[in-house]
Structures are given as structure tokens and as C-alpha cells.
T-cell receptor
């Protein structure tokens, strides 16, 4: 069964460093998303991406964040200058054109900012 | 804005007990409603969904009915198993044109004891 994959599973970085989190969505999906979950808190929406552009973003998704689909398979989230409060689990998700309601999630990347 | 309120956890049950996890929502219009499950060390998996009032979603013995009059989508299972131990998230997708972001509840940790 097709699945969303994410790498790395755990990323440790120093405050102020740039990180790139990578996702490979399900191959025929057209809508891509990033969510995050700070430890002990709710899963929060960050951004959605369709047709090579951002379609929605939350107030969390400020200028420090960017997304890119550099090729036909990868979808990346970049944090330019990490802060302590960026420590969280980051989930990528994708959905297809025939069932946009159903989002399929990856296993997540745990980001730890020291 | 949209919000989801979920029963506080953790919930501990014996095998074969009846499970209810309460979920209520606030949204304009007619949102789609979801239950996601997260097993230890894994990503979020869609468990079931309902897209209109009075719809019942079901999967793996779990059920939830979309109740517009009470703005609820409670998760139930008649006889839980140890393998059902996981975190359960209620979520909604608002009805607003291109908006596809999911709004999640806080999650309920379920532990089933043999």
C-alpha cells in the first residue's frame, strides 16, 4: 500500500541553524501539507501546497518557514533560523484529487532544537 | 474559527470493555469529521470519517456518527483489544472553498490491559 515517507526520523540542531525536513508524498497525490505537534499539545496545521504554490498557511508559518517541491517526488519544509520553540514533531501529509478529504500522514520527523 | 474539543485522557480499559471517546466541534457550515489513530512510533492513520449529518463512519469495529444537532462525533467500540492501545485524534475539515486544513483535538491516549 502506498505511504507517505519522511526523513530524517529525528533531527537535532543548534538554535539559529537551518533545517530541511523531507517528505515523499504518495505518488499520484496533488495536495501536500505540513503539520506540527509540540510535545503534549495539539496537532497544528502549518501549510498546504497545490500546483506548485502555497494554498493556505497558518499564523505559525511565518517568514522563517518555506516549502518547496524541488522535483516530482519530494516535498520539503525549511526552517531558516531555528528557535527553541520550533522543537516538535513535524508531520507531512498528502491527498489525492479524487478524495481531497482524506489526508495520508507520514510517520513524522522529531525536531529537537538545542 | 473551527475548533475540536476531545475527551481528556488517558483512558485505561480492560480487554473486551466498551469504549467511548467524546468529541464535539465548532465550525461554520457542514464540516467533514474524522478520527485518526496514532500507534506508538508511527504517524497518524485515518481510522474513519463522515462527511455529512447522520453519516456513520466505521472501520475495524470502531464507529462514529456525525450528529449535527449536538455537534458531536463520538468514537465507540463495543469490545476493545490490547492492540487498540494508541492515541486517538478527532479532527474536522471545514467547509470553505479551497480550505483543506484539518483542525485536530488534543488526542486521547487509550491503554487496553489484558
Amino acid at each position: 500500500e502506498p505511504e507517505v515517507t519522511q526523513t530524517p526520523s529525528h533531527q537535532v540542531t543548534q538554535m539559529g541553524q537551518e533545517v530541511i525536513l523531507r517528505c515523499v508524498p504518495i505518488s499520484n497525490h496533488l495536495y501536500f501539507y505540513w503539520y506540527r505537534q509540540i510535545l503534549g499539545q495539539k496537532v497544528e496545521f502549518l501549510v498546504s501546497f497545490y500546483n506548485n504554490e502555497i494554498s493556505e498557511k497558518s499564523e505559525i508559518f511565518d517568514d522563517q518557514f518555506s516549502v518547496e517541491r524541488p522535483d516530482g517526488s519530494n516535498f520539503t519544509l525549511k526552517i531558516r533560523s531555528t528557535k527553541l520553540e520550533d522543537s516538535a514533531m513535524y508531520f507531512c501529509a498528502s491527498s489525492g484529487a479524487s478524495d481531497t478529504d482524506t489526508q495520508y500522514f507520514g510517520p513524522g520527523t522529531r525536531l529537537t532544537v538545542l | 474559527g473551527n475548533s475540536v474539543t476531545q475527551m481528556e485522557g488517558p483512558v485505561t480499559l480492560s480487554e473486551e470493555a466498551f469504549l467511548t471517546i467524546n468529541c464535539t466541534y465548532t465550525a461554520t457550515g457542514y464540516p467533514s469529521l474524522f478520527w485518526y489513530v496514532q500507534y506508538p512510533g508511527e504517524g497518524l492513520q485515518l481510522l474513519l470519517k463522515a462527511t455529512k449529518a447522520d453519516d456513520k463512519g466505521s472501520n475495524k469495529g470502531f464507529e462514529a456518527t456525525y450528529r449535527k444537532e449536538t455537534t458531536s462525533f463520538h468514537l465507540e467500540k463495543g469490545s476493545v483489544q490490547v492492540s487498540d492501545s494508541a492515541v486517538y485524534f478527532c479532527a474536522l475539515r471545514g467547509f470553505s472553498g479551497s480550505a483543506r486544513q484539518l483542525t485536530f483535538g488534543s488526542g486521547t491516549q487509550l491503554t487496553v490491559l489484558p
